[in-house]
């Protein structure tokens, strides 16, 4: 799924606030058991609330996307954490650090308002060197160039994925940076340094 970073995150290696990334389930399992222990309300005595509203955002429907507060503020949710590839890097987010976006919310900021540009990085989350390395499937990469495919669309068929299908409109194949002219406008200029 594709979400947007709605903060900067604090990792050495960090994406600029409002960047848009690929992300999959990460999940740690030790925690997110914990978590979801107390999130069920089989676990005693961890949880603080602060107000109503504290406990209906936990309560909600869906505990992935709750927001968990403890003594000290928010808890990282781990069972709604997700995994992003940066420069190199695995880098976990929480649900309070990104938003998902729907097809529709993408082709609105990436096509239609082309307020994003991509950032060509190796293909996220997938370790395609090695995959290259296979002589089987760097034949079949050679020959998807030989066919007229571009570097990323031989990419995609090497990885068995159909690129004539209307709905690989946004592989992914990098990640979006917010064009900075609107970035200025939501982020300061710490939030917007890579």
Known sequence: MWVMLTAKIPTEVSPPKM???????????????EQE???????????VYDSEIAKKDFYGE?????????????????????????????????????SELSLERMKYYVSEEQCYTLVDEEIALIPVAKIKQDPDQKQ???????DGCNTNQATLVMLGIDVSEDEIEFPPLGWYRLDHQYAEVFCDEREMTE
């Open 140 to 146: 079949i990469y050679d020959s998807a160039l030989l």
């Open 37 to 47: 222990l107390e999130f069920s309300g089989k676990k005693e005595g961890k949880i």
């Open 19 to 33: 960047s848009i990334f690929w992300a999959i389930p990460w999940p740690d399992s030790k925690i997110s058991k």
């Open 62 to 98: 869906d505990p992935k996307k709750a927001t968990i507060y403890d003594f000290w503020g928010k808890e990282p949710n781990f069972m709604g954490a997700m995994r992003i590839h940066y420069k190199n890097n695995d880098l976990r987010i929480f649900p309070h650090e990104f």
